[in-house]
């Protein structure tokens, strides 16, 4: 064996037992580096007969490439193996519970207000909006409510103290007064609905001081009763998300409204659900009919060129029939495990295309 | 309003069944709430006969009876006097629920002797008082036949609900008059008999009122009878009440509700005997009182219409007659009145007193006036054929109110507000049945009945008609499309509210919504007591004293709330609301808010508890319900004045121009304190309606996207300032040293402490330099720093930090 051959068998031996990029480097050092062995032995090649180089060259390049190649290849072998016993050492419990973060709800009164307006927006009804503190004449009078009659009593209506000339505010028992709002500053085609707070001097399980309504009025000069009950019916199907539902229209009395009517919507209890579309029961959702002529007079509007409908119905209470929410006191109450429980995701923005809910 | 279906078939001639009734009444507008069957409900009990009674071996009262019942021959032991062989008898099994007894019958051994089932009294069927002894049923009832049959109790009870237009509906013959025009039957009205009077009545009567009040009792009806004779009255009428919730009283008490029930026609029966002088009808004085039939006393004042004669105050007219002057047991003479009491005035002193009676809910939603005369007539009859006597003449004070009303009406007026076709000639024959005259000119006169005063104009014709042809023959029709793809819907206004209510979920917070008043003790600490008073928020008659003020701020019913959470264990939450304050009670007062309020208290977790809630993070909370709301965030301002129940250190404003939009902070401790809350809370409160609205602009284009080639670069710079200084004073001198250039600017240290003067500190900021034709050269950027130095001693008197 040449001693050319001995040198790359030791070279190649302390590569090989090189077992750190530091003890690596060592031997890349001792070997290729300015003073390294082959190096050295590289030198001697300007000292050499031509003759012997022509021998010699190519050996000695050949054994630092070698050398290189090898030294390459065991670095590459090393970082691998560093990396991996540096993973190795980096494991972590990946079943560890991730920090828990506070998850934001819409309450049920804003999302159904949301589900009723994507439903009658896409029947070309406009929002329309009023005060919650109102004037007699708005509340009460301009609606056709006789002074002293006794559908005032039904309405047991928040007073505040008297002004100094005697006008007593009220908070409105309804949003109706939003009808005369708009009638007496818009020209129609009227088509609006109005959901907002109302207010009346109730308390129990059913009834709570304040609570929510959506009104619906619709003026122009050809509306009838008819349409009253297509738009009703459309709105009922679709927001109970329902391919049947079942009205019954019958006669019923509103100061403001003539004819007047109820609306029925059939159900059937199972267990503590209320389920439409099924049963044989009957239960009362709204109140509606065409509005009265002295309504349309108060405004303004000639009751013999224009006509048309209105309706009400009270947003708390289709929240619970549609969610089964049992308490309309909880509604208010701003009970964080109920909030949690019953309201909705921020990102669930009602809409026809997507579903009004999930 | 309650009757019973034979009280109903008395007045409409139907073979209709009850379930076909009910369904029309609901039809027709009379909503029908409950109907009680007591044939159902005694369904269980049948006819049985007793064969045999033997004596019992053990004790001398029992008897062991063999008894012939639906299920065979039954053994039963009876306690009854009258349980003997022959009688037939209310049998119940072995598993009936006795109603009067509240039990539910089981095979029993009595005295040692077994019994299978039970004879039942009157009371134990809960059909009457009587428990005598067991029923003993007529000889003719078969055995197995049902008791409630048998006994005359198998009479059904309509409850329904009268609605305040339809006061002819509170009495039974006006219920009848609606479903005979509905063609279920035919209407039964018989015109009260006249009776001629035997003498001239010896009691007067006299309408005493001013001017403006002559409406109060326009009509005043009086009748003397003498020499009758009260006491029960007749089984029918005792059962008919009983049927409907009246306890039978006398035969005098039970004519006039009788009378109420059957025609709506409030009466009322004085005993003549103590009444001294004539009757007057006139308005109350001041400090008379009244102790009334229910045995209260009431005081009278002068918008009352009371009756009364020499002694004082009789009644109080339309609502409830006095305790001293009304029939007993004894009353040989009565007086009978029937008179007309204007609805308002009733209502009124309804209201004052408190009285509930039958006569009020009448006479307020109005009688009908032109049945004054005939309802004495008919009363007349009643005393005399339950109580015998003789009658006197009529007296009438005043004149009956004449309810003449012609409604003008065109036909197919029904057409164009119900879109129902219905054929004139229906319409006609419907109206004639409700009592109208119709005069066929064009348009039709239609005369309305006495007994309708809701009836104005031919809307309420329209209603006339479409509801006894049915609702449910109406067109079911779609609103036409206005447009082929409908608009958006939402005001702007409407929007923000939308965006922020969103945006805040996003942040973790919990919307809640709660209630629009508060306490006044609460409302005081975030606005004046005077300012409350002076701008109208008080409530004259809240439903508790705790919901009393309408709220100005959404601050102190969430920081409440989260108390109320806190106190089930709940102490790190945010809770927010969109949702109106109120400045005043006019609309324009009426402003949209978006608040939060935040008690934190973070829980331990493995990586360390979450940073808890402070200032800035409810800053962080008012910008985001802004910027979602579409306030120029950028411009915002913030200054330190926030009202005064924010903590005075710890609170903020933001500001556009002048406006404020929205306040942050801590929640004053003091005002915490008097909540009854455990701090620290940190709230904001943001005024959407304030931003400005955006400019429409012509199209959705957005600005071209500005990406650099050329790599940014960053530089620290740390100055050191006054500690008054506003940061935010410091961070628009650096924006606004090099405005091309410089992209970014935050503030990532705030230090004071060694190393940097007392009453200074150290803020340090990263300014973030984005070169935009070519890259910067060290001249450039150290001309760049010379600048932002500048400016910011400029602004601030703050110099670079050594």
């Given at each position: 064996m040449?001693?050319?051959?001995?040198?790359?068998?030791?070279?190649?031996a302390?590569?090989g037992?090189?077992d750190?990029?530091?003890?690596?480097?060592?031997v890349?050092?001792?070997?290729?580096?300015?003073?390294?062995?082959v190096s050295e032995?590289?030198k001697?090649?300007?000292?050499?007969?031509?003759e012997e180089?022509?021998?010699?060259?190519?050996a000695?390049?050949g054994l630092?490439?070698?050398?290189a190649?090898?030294?390459?290849?065991?670095?590459t072998?090393?970082e691998?193996?560093?990396?991996?016993?540096?993973?190795a050492s980096?494991?972590v419990?990946?079943t560890l519970?991730?920090?828990?973060e506070?998850?934001?709800k819409?309450?049920p009164?804003s999302?159904?207000t949301?589900?009723?307006?994507?439903?009658?927006?896409?029947?070309?009804?406009d929002?329309a909006?009023?005060p919650?503190?109102?004037?007699?004449?708005?509340?009460?009078?301009?609606?056709?409510?006789?002074?002293d009659?006794p559908?005032?009593?039904?309405h047991?209506?928040?007073?505040f103290?008297?002004?100094e000339d005697g006008?007593?505010?009220?908070?409105r028992?309804?949003?109706?007064?939003?009808?005369?709002?708009?009638?007496?500053?818009?020209?129609?085609?009227?088509?609006i609905?109005?959901?907002?707070?109302?207010?009346r001097?109730?308390?129990d399980?059913?009834?709570?001081p304040?609570?929510?309504?959506v009104?619906?009025?619709v003026?122009d000069?050809?509306?009838?009763?008819?349409h009253l009950?297509?738009t009703?019916?459309?709105?009922?199907?679709?927001?109970?998300?329902?391919?049947?539902?079942?009205?019954?229209?019958r006669?019923?009395?509103?100061?403001?409204?003539?004819?007047?009517?109820?609306?029925?919507?059939q159900y059937e209890r199972v267990?503590?659900e209320?389920?439409?579309g099924?049963?044989?029961?009957?239960?009362e959702?709204?109140?509606?009919g065409?509005v009265?002529?002295?309504?349309l007079r108060?405004c303004?509007?000639?009751?013999?060129e224009?006509?048309?409908?209105a309706?009400?119905?009270?947003?708390d209470?289709l929240?619970?029939?549609?969610?089964?929410i049992?308490d309309?006191?909880?509604?208010?109450?701003?009970d964080?495990?109920w909030?949690?429980?019953?309201?909705?995701?921020?990102?669930d923005q009602?809409?026809?295309?997507?579903g009004?809910?999930? | 309003?309650?009757?019973?279906l034979?009280?109903?078939?008395?007045?409409?001639?139907?073979d209709?069944?009850?379930?076909?009734?009910?369904e029309t009444?609901v039809?027709?507008g009379l909503?029908v709430?409950e109907?009680?069957?007591p044939?159902?409900?005694?369904?269980?009990?049948t006819i049985?006969?007793?064969?045999e009674a033997?004596?019992?071996?053990?004790?001398?009262k029992?008897?062991v009876?063999r008894?012939?019942?639906k299920?065979?021959?039954?053994q039963?032991?009876?306690?009854?006097p009258n349980?003997r062989?022959?009688?037939?008898?209310?049998y119940?099994?072995v598993g009936?629920?006795?109603?009067?007894?509240?039990?539910?019958?089981?095979k029993?051994?009595?005295?040692?002797v077994e019994?299978?089932?039970?004879?039942?009294s009157v009371r134990?069927?809960?059909m009457?008082d009587?428990?005598?002894?067991?029923?003993?049923?007529p000889a003719?009832a078969?055995?197995?036949?049902?008791?409630?049959?048998?006994?005359?109790?198998?009479?059904?009870?309509i409850?329904?609900?009268?609605?305040?237009?339809?006061?002819?509906?509170?009495g039974v013959n006006?219920v009848?008059?609606?479903?005979?025009a509905?063609?279920?039957?035919?209407?039964?009205?018989?015109?009260?008999?006249?009776?001629k009077?035997?003498?001239?009545s010896?009691q007067?009567?006299?309408l005493?009122?001013?001017?403006?009040?002559?409406?109060?009792?326009?009509?005043?009806?009086?009748r003397y009878?003498?020499d009758?004779k009260?006491?029960?009255?007749?089984?029918w009428l005792?059962?008919r009440l009983?049927a409907?919730?009246l306890?039978?009283?006398?035969?005098?008490?039970?004519?006039?509700?009788y009378?109420?029930?059957?025609?709506?026609?409030?009466?009322?029966v004085?005993?003549a005997?103590?009444?001294?002088?004539?009757?007057r009808?006139?308005?109350?004085?001041?400090?008379e009182k009244?102790?009334a039939?229910?045995?209260?006393?009431?005081?009278i004042?002068?918008?009352?219409?009371?009756?009364?004669?020499?002694?004082?105050v009789l009644?109080?007219g339309?609502?409830?007659?006095g305790?001293?002057t009304?029939?007993?047991?004894?009353?040989?003479?009565v007086f009978?009145?029937?008179a007309?009491f204007?609805p308002?005035?009733?209502a009124k002193t309804g209201r004052?007193?408190?009285?509930?009676?039958?006569a009020?809910?009448?006479?307020?939603?109005?009688?009908d006036?032109a049945f004054i005369?005939?309802?004495?007539?008919?009363?007349?009859?009643l005393?005399?054929?339950?109580?015998?006597g003789?009658?006197?003449?009529?007296v009438?004070?005043g004149?009956v109110?004449?309810?003449?009303?012609?409604?003008l009406f065109p036909?197919?007026e029904?057409k164009?507000?119900?879109?129902?076709?219905?054929?004139?000639e229906?319409?006609?024959?419907?109206?004639?049945a409700?009592g109208?005259?119709?005069?066929?000119?064009?348009?039709?006169?239609?005369?309305v009945?006495s007994w309708?005063?809701?009836?104005e104009?031919?809307?309420d014709?329209?209603?006339e008609v479409a509801r006894?042809?049915?609702?449910?023959?109406?067109?079911?029709?779609?609103l036409?499309?206005?447009?082929?793809v409908e608009?958006?819907k939402?005001?702007?206004?409407?929007d923000?509210?939308?965006?922020?209510?969103r945006?805040?979920?996003?942040?973790g917070m919990?919307?809640?919504?709660t209630?629009?008043?508060?306490d006044?003790?609460?409302a005081v600490?975030f606005m004046?007591a005077?300012?409350?008073?002076?701008?109208g928020?008080k409530l004259a008659?809240p439903?508790?004293?705790?919901?009393?003020?309408?709220?100005?701020?959404?601050?102190?019913?969430?920081?409440?709330?989260?108390?109320?959470?806190?106190?089930?264990g709940?102490?790190?939450l945010?809770l927010?609301?969109?949702?109106?304050?109120?400045?005043?009670d006019q609309?324009a007062?009426?402003?949209?808010?978006?608040?939060?309020?935040?008690?934190?208290?973070?829980a331990?977790?493995w990586?360390?508890?979450a940073?808890?809630?402070d200032v800035?993070?409810?800053?962080a909370?008012a910008?985001?319900a802004l910027?979602?709301?579409g306030?120029?965030v950028?411009?915002?301002?913030t200054s330190?004045d926030?009202?005064?129940?924010?903590?005075?250190?710890?609170?903020?404003v933001l500001?556009l121009?002048?406006k404020?939009l929205?306040?942050?902070?801590e929640?004053?401790p003091?005002?915490?304190?008097?909540?009854?809350?455990?701090?620290?809370?940190?709230?904001?409160?943001?005024?959407?309606?304030?931003?400005?609205e955006?400019?429409?602009k012509?199209?959705k284009?957005?600005p071209?996207?500005?990406a650099?080639?050329?790599?940014?670069?960053?530089?620290d710079?740390?100055?050191?300032?006054?500690?008054g200084?506003?940061?935010?004073?410091?961070l628009?001198?650096?924006?606004?040293a090099?405005?091309k250039?410089?992209a970014?600017?935050?503030?990532?240290?705030?230090?004071?402490?060694k190393?940097v003067?007392?009453?200074?500190?150290?803020?340090?900021?990263?300014?973030?330099?984005?070169?935009?034709e070519?890259?910067?050269?060290?001249?450039?950027?150290d001309?760049v720093?010379a600048?932002?130095?500048?400016?910011v001693?400029k602004?601030?008197?703050?110099?670079?930090?050594?």
């Amino acid at each position: 064996m040449s001693d050319i051959e001995q040198l790359e068998k030791d070279l190649l031996a302390k590569i090989g037992a090189a077992d750190t990029g530091a003890a690596l480097e060592e031997v890349r050092v001792a070997a290729l580096g300015k003073k390294g062995v082959v190096s050295e032995r590289m030198k001697t090649l300007g000292k050499m007969s031509p003759e012997e180089r022509k021998e010699m060259g190519p050996a000695l390049n050949g054994l630092k490439t070698r050398i290189a190649d090898a030294i390459e290849t065991k670095k590459t072998e090393l970082e691998a193996a560093a990396l991996d016993a540096r993973l190795a050492s980096e494991k972590v419990d990946v079943t560890l519970p991730v920090r828990p973060e506070p998850k934001g709800k819409i309450h049920p009164v804003s999302q159904v207000t949301e589900e009723i307006i994507a439903i009658f927006s896409a029947m070309g009804f406009d929002v329309a909006e009023g005060p919650d503190i109102e004037d007699d004449f708005h509340n009460f009078t301009a609606l056709n409510f006789p002074p002293d009659h006794p559908a005032r009593e039904m309405h047991d209506t928040f007073f505040f103290e008297p002004k100094e000339d005697g006008e007593r505010m009220v908070l409105r028992t309804h949003t109706s007064p939003v009808q005369i709002r708009t009638m007496m500053n818009e020209k129609p085609p009227i088509r609006i609905i109005i959901p907002g707070r109302t207010f009346r001097c109730d308390s129990d399980q059913t009834h709570t001081p304040m609570f929510h309504q959506v009104e619906g009025l619709v003026i122009d000069k050809e509306t009838h009763m008819g349409h009253l009950k297509g738009t009703l019916q459309a709105f009922v199907k679709t927001f109970f998300e329902l391919d049947d539902v079942k009205t019954r229209f019958r006669p019923h009395f509103f100061p403001f409204t003539e004819p007047s009517a109820e609306m029925d919507v059939q159900y059937e209890r199972v267990g503590n659900e209320v389920r439409f579309g099924q049963g044989d029961k009957w239960m009362e959702i709204l109140g509606c009919g065409m509005v009265h002529p002295n309504v349309l007079r108060n405004c303004g509007l000639d009751p013999d060129e224009y006509q048309g409908f209105a309706f009400g119905m009270g947003v708390d209470r289709l929240a619970m029939l549609k969610y089964g929410i049992p308490d309309l006191r909880d509604f208010f109450a701003a009970d964080a495990r109920w909030l949690e429980h019953y309201g909705f995701d921020a990102a669930d923005q009602p809409s026809l295309w997507a579903g009004l809910s999930k | 309003m309650k009757f019973t279906l034979s009280w109903l078939k008395e007045h409409l001639e139907t073979d209709a069944s009850l379930d076909e009734i009910v369904e029309t009444m609901v039809a027709v507008g009379l909503e029908v709430e409950e109907v009680e069957n007591p044939e159902e409900r005694l369904s269980a009990f049948t006819i049985g006969e007793i064969l045999e009674a033997g004596p019992h071996p053990d004790a001398d009262k029992l008897k062991v009876c063999r008894v012939a019942t639906k299920d065979g021959e039954m053994q039963i032991v009876c306690g009854a006097p009258n349980a003997r062989a022959g009688i037939k008898v209310a049998y119940a099994p072995v598993g009936a629920y006795v109603p009067g007894i509240d039990v539910t019958l089981s095979k029993a051994k009595i005295r040692g002797v077994e019994s299978h089932g039970m004879m039942c009294s009157v009371r134990e069927l809960e059909m009457g008082d009587d428990h005598d002894g067991i029923i003993e049923a007529p000889a003719s009832a078969k055995v197995g036949d049902p008791v409630a049959a048998v006994m005359g109790v198998n009479d059904p009870v309509i409850d329904f609900e009268v609605t305040p237009n339809r006061p002819d509906t509170n009495g039974v013959n006006g219920v009848a008059r609606d479903l005979a025009a509905a063609k279920i039957g035919a209407f039964v009205s018989p015109e009260p008999e006249t009776i001629k009077g035997a003498y001239p009545s010896p009691q007067k009567v006299e309408l005493d009122f001013p001017e403006e009040a002559k409406d109060a009792c326009p009509a005043f009806a009086g009748r003397y009878v003498r020499d009758v004779k009260n006491g029960p009255s007749p089984k029918w009428l005792q059962d008919r009440l009983r049927a409907i919730g009246l306890r039978p009283i006398s035969a005098l008490v039970d004519i006039t509700n009788y009378m109420s029930y059957d025609r709506a026609r409030p009466l009322h029966v004085f005993d003549a005997d103590k009444l001294q002088g004539v009757i007057r009808a006139r308005l109350g004085k001041k400090g008379e009182k009244l102790l009334a039939l229910d045995g209260k006393e009431y005081e009278i004042d002068e918008t009352m219409t009371v009756i009364a004669d020499d002694s004082g105050v009789l009644g109080l007219g339309g609502v409830m007659g006095g305790e001293d002057t009304g029939c007993t047991e004894e009353t040989t003479n009565v007086f009978i009145e029937c008179a007309y009491f204007d609805p308002l005035r009733t209502a009124k002193t309804g209201r004052k007193t408190g009285i509930n009676s039958d006569a009020r809910y009448r006479f307020e939603r109005g009688v009908d006036p032109a049945f004054i005369l005939p309802g004495m007539e008919m009363a007349t009859r009643l005393v005399m054929d339950m109580c015998g006597g003789e009658p006197s003449e009529v007296v009438l004070a005043g004149e009956v109110p004449q309810a003449d009303k012609t409604v003008l009406f065109p036909p197919d007026e029904v057409k164009r507000l119900t879109g129902m076709n219905v054929a004139p000639e229906k319409a006609e024959e419907i109206l004639e049945a409700l009592g109208f005259t119709v005069r066929k000119s064009d348009p039709w006169q239609v005369d309305v009945p006495s007994w309708r005063p809701d009836i104005e104009g031919k809307a309420d014709l329209v209603e006339e008609v479409a509801r006894i042809v049915g609702f449910g023959h109406m067109p079911t029709e779609t609103l036409p499309a206005l447009r082929p793809v409908e608009t958006p819907k939402l005001t702007p206004g409407q929007d923000r509210r939308r965006m922020a209510r969103r945006a805040l979920a996003v942040r973790g917070m919990l919307e809640a919504v709660t209630w629009s008043f508060l306490d006044e003790r609460n409302a005081v600490l975030f606005m004046s007591a005077d300012e409350i008073k002076a701008k109208g928020l008080k409530l004259a008659n809240p439903i508790a004293s705790d919901l009393g003020v309408m709220r100005a701020s959404l601050l102190p019913n969430l920081v409440s709330a989260l108390q109320r959470n806190a106190d089930r264990g709940r102490d790190d939450l945010a809770l927010f609301e969109v949702a109106p304050i109120y400045a005043g009670d006019q609309p324009a007062d009426h402003q949209n808010a978006a608040g939060g309020a935040r008690l934190s208290h973070s829980a331990r977790h493995w990586q360390g508890a979450a940073q808890e809630a402070d200032v800035f993070t409810v800053k962080a909370d008012a910008i985001a319900a802004l910027e979602a709301a579409g306030a120029p965030v950028a411009s915002l301002q913030t200054s330190a004045d926030a009202p005064d129940y924010f903590h005075p250190g710890r609170s903020g404003v933001l500001r556009l121009g002048p406006k404020a939009l929205a306040h942050f902070g801590e929640i004053h401790p003091r005002v915490l304190k008097a909540m009854d809350v455990d701090g620290p809370v940190y709230g904001f409160e943001v005024f959407l309606d304030l931003i400005p609205e955006s400019k429409k602009k012509p199209t959705k284009t957005r600005p071209a996207l500005d990406a650099s080639e050329l790599l940014p670069l960053t530089r620290d710079f740390a100055f050191v300032v006054e500690d008054g200084v506003a940061a935010e004073t410091l961070l628009k001198a650096v924006r606004g040293a090099e405005k091309k250039l410089i992209a970014d600017v935050s503030l990532f240290d705030v230090y004071q402490g060694k190393g940097v003067p007392e009453g200074k500190k150290s803020l340090a900021v990263e300014v973030t330099l984005q070169p935009r034709e070519k890259t910067l050269t060290d001249e450039e950027i150290d001309a760049v720093s010379a600048r932002i130095v500048a400016q910011v001693e400029k602004a601030t008197g703050g110099t670079l930090r050594a």
